[in-house]
C-alpha cells in the first residue's frame, strides 16, 4: 500500500510553531478552587472504583466537565496540545492521583494503554539529587 503525501498547508490551527503556541492561551487551563472542589467530591463518589473503569457519570463533574469539553475541541480541532495546571497533588495519595488523573480523562476521550503492557498510567519521578 503507498501512501499520498500532501503538499498543501493545513488550514487547522494543528501545525504550530513554538512562538505561536506560547502566544496563545486556548490549550493552557489553570484549575481554580471551586474546580479543585468538584474533583474532590467526584473523588469521593469514586472512592472504590477501579482507576481505569471511571466514565463521566461514575465521577460526576459540574461545571468542570463543560470546561473539560472546551479542552477536547481543543485537542480535536484546535492545536492538539493542552496543558492542565493548578491540581494540588501533594494532598492526593498515589491510588487516589491515578482516580483523578482517570475522572479528569474519561471526560475528554477514551483511554487506551499506552505501552506494551496494557498500562495506563507510568510514575515518573526525579530522584536525581540536587544541591541549590
Known amino acids: ?16 510553531q513554538g512562538a505561536e503556541l506560547g502566544a ?8 481554580d478552587e471551586s474546580a479543585v472542589d468538584e474533583l474532590d467530591a467526584a473523588l469521593e463518589s469514586a472512592r472504590e472504583a477501579e482507576p481505569e473503569r471511571l466514565t463521566p457519570a461514575t465521577f460526576p463533574l459540574g461545571r468542570l466537565a463543560s470546561v473539560l469539553a ?8 484546535g492545536h ?3 496543558k492542565l495546571s493548578g491540581l494540588p497533588i501533594e494532598r492526593y ?19 487506551v494503554p499506552q505501552n506494551g503492557d496494557r498500562g495506563y498510567l507510568r510514575t515518573i519521578a526525579d530522584r536525581s539529587s540536587r544541591s541549590e
Open 93 to 111: 495519595g498515589t491510588a487516589d492521583l491515578a482516580r483523578v488523573y482517570h475522572g479528569l480523562s474519561a471526560h475528554l476521550g477514551q483511554a
Open 70 to 77: 472546551d479542552v477536547r475541541r481543543e485537542l480535536a480541532k
Open 24 to 31: 496563545s492561551s486556548t490549550w493552557r487551563m489553570t484549575l
Open 1 to 16: 500500500m503507498t501512501g499520498v503525501m500532501r503538499r498543501r498547508p493545513l488550514k487547522q490551527p494543528i501545525p504550530w
Open 80 to 82: 492538539g496540545v493542552a
